[in-house]
């Protein structure tokens, strides 16, 4: 009947029914002092798209996100973090998922010492120390079990050569990379170009796509991989 | 006749008419790399809402205006900047108003060298160098003839010392100061708590009031002021 028909029509829309993904999403930000603060110019457009479409694709998502000024999508848990370290304590807390999606571009550096009050104007310069961040991507080799995982690479230079190093290096499923310097591709924009390196040693390029349509692309490569796995049936 | 009544009500109503206002708000951004930046929390709400106010008292506005996620309030024109350097650069260029009000936050400081390319992630720590951006407000002393000028103070403690400090300095007519960390105060709220210091030793502080009642405060003062004058007849 009717209903049979509409159940069967939102199921097929549903492949990712019953399945939990982790999108992490936007900068981070590193403060100076209570004012000032380092961070970059991810937008976290990508991240946020990659969660509404997974919700809508039926998963159950958690986006860990960084400050930025866009809606959380509809029937998605949102976890709002400010610097490097929070977003690794809020990843750590949530790998209880079959997929990661790590989309954020969290700060790789980070002042060494914060000052409690605002530095005021006076010398000519000043010698601010940056230490490294702790690596989230890294950080989750040894806990993950058999999570699919997929990360990010935005870079202004030599775009497959770093893509194919984190890829192993992180023992990523597969890469989404860009090159934030091309035109439609990269931050604050809904567009994007982007190559995707796989473990298996599969590269796919693709023309510049809004960000939705990359989501999808991204989702869809999930899904495959899930069905490998048997996660989810065929 | 009724078009008589209207017209009284609006010119009533249009205290700034044939006034023009340089208003400045938000942050700066200063580049470390194409990626990275140094920032601060200015949300440029509290510009935005003088901008905004003056317009409807009838000044004709020159919004200056660092990243910001606000929309331009109506009838305002609005230059877009992103350095310390440009917004020098683009307040230089407008100085033919009668009065500037400079509600931004510009980056004190600045990375001594631009990296061209992304910095990877390599070293355990870097020595970052920053430099002093130029003083906007201290480089338009010697341009100002009789523009009022209203600067603001930020601090995050001595806030009436910094204050009188920058209000003497910069030979400003009056400052607006309030204690970022206070509750219901500073970046990214939507109210504020200030107290307004004269060059003429006047100072008057206010409960926490929406920034919108703030920019209605700030705009009777400079009324007061332009009165005082003559560029604005009683």
New interface residues.
């Given amino acids: 009947d009717i209903v049979d028909v509409i159940k069967a029509h939102f199921t097929e829309n549903r492949p990712l029914e019953g399945v939990r993904i982790m999108v992490t999403a936007g900068p981070t930000r590193e403060p ?10 991810s937008s976290g457009k990508m991240g946020y798209a990659i969660a509404k479409q997974a919700q809508l694709l039926g998963a159950e998502v958690i986006l860990i996100s960084g400050p930025t ?1 866009l809606e959380t999508p509809n029937g998605v848990k949102r976890i709002d973090i400010v610097t490097t370290s929070d977003m690794l304590e809020a990843v750590q807390a949530n790998m209880a998922v079959d997929v990661i999606i790590k989309a954020a ?1 969290p ?3 980070k002042p ?1 010492q914060y000052q409690n ?5 006076g ?10 961040n702790p ?1 989230i991507l890294k950080s989750i080799v040894p806990l993950v079990k058999d999570q699919i995982v997929v990360g990010f690479a ?4 030599n775009v497959e050569g ?1 893509a194919m190093q984190k890829l192993q290096e992180k023992k990523l499923d597969f890469i989404v990379a860009n090159d ?2 091309a035109e439609g591709a990269g ?1 604050d924009k809904d567009t994007n170009i982007v190559t995707i390196f796989e473990a298996n040693g599969t590269k796919s390029s693709y023309e510049c796509l809004r960000k939705d349509v990359v989501a999808g692309i991204i989702l869809d490569k999930v899904i495959e991989y899930l069905k490998k796995q048997q996660t989810i049936k065929e």
Same sequence: chains 1, 2.
């Avoid at 100076?32 to 603060?37: E, Q, T």
């Avoid at 009050?117 to 104007?121: G, V």
């Avoid at 935005?154 to 230079?157: D, I, K, L, R, S």
Wanted: charged share 30%; hydrophobic share 30%.
């Fill in positions: 100076v002092d209570p004012v000032r603060y380092i961070t970059n110019h000024h571009a700060s790789d550096y060494m009050q605002k530095i005021k104007k010398s000519e310069s000043i010698d601010m120390k940056l230490v490294k690596d935005a870079e202004t230079q770093y934030v310097t931050f």
